[in-house]
């Protein structure tokens, strides 16, 4: 059994870190961005499907590209933030199977209705955009995830007519960077552990 972390690492990940609405004038290499995806695909997928697929956002003709695709609430966050990177799921992430599980290589037709394979990649996918985020507060970064965006309108743009990515599917959004304090509110309460938990 592993030691538990300490105290710094838990606020920095969960009970301190937050979503944030802007950001600071403080540059985030992109050696700082491959490091959290080294991070994130560790985590545990069904089969190590890792249906996810991420499209990181950095020059600014690509933000402006995002950019009519965003609710009006977003523009600023996702403008003038270092990274903003589009979690998306690869509908035929059954293809990688052979490669990923390679014990079990026949694991790909588990995946093979179409139906089931969407439902295991908005589950999945949704756990890796999980990940990410705390992959990035782990490596010292933040996060402002949303989900106010045009799906079908990203979708068109970033993958449509792109090889190999015309079968990807926006989940949500996630702008990374150093987090500016002064745009976050006050903490919204949550749910006790009675509220939301049982104990059978």
Request: net charge negative; hydrophobic share 35%.
């Amino acid at each position: 059994m592993s030691d538990p972390v300490n105290d710094y690492a838990l606020d920095l990940i969960w009970r301190k870190g937050r979503s944030y609405n802007g950001w600071l004038d403080k540059p985030v290499p992109e050696t700082m961005i491959r490091a959290v995806y080294d991070l994130t695909k560790m985590g545990p997928t069904s089969a190590n499907c890792c249906p996810a697929r991420f499209v990181f956002i950095h020059t600014d003709e690509a933000k402006q590209r995002l950019k009519p695709h965003l609710m009006e609430g977003n523009v600023e966050k996702c403008m003038t933030a270092p990274w903003v990177c589009i979690i998306a799921n690869d509908l035929m992430f059954h293809e990688k199977i052979p490669q990923l599980f390679p014990h079990n290589p026949g694991a790909k037709e588990w995946f093979s209705e179409p139906h089931a394979r969407q439902e295991h990649a908005e589950r999945n996918g949704s756990l890796q955009g999980a990940y990410l985020m705390m992959a990035a507060r782990a490596l010292g970064l933040d996060c402002g995830p949303m989900s106010g965006f045009n799906q079908d309108g990203v979708d068109y743009e970033f993958f449509a007519e792109k090889e190999g990515t015309h079968h990807w599917r926006s989940n949500f959004l996630c702008a990374i960077g150093h987090g500016d304090d002064s745009t976050i509110f006050d903490r919204s309460p949550r749910l006790a552990f009675n509220e939301a938990c049982q104990i059978l």
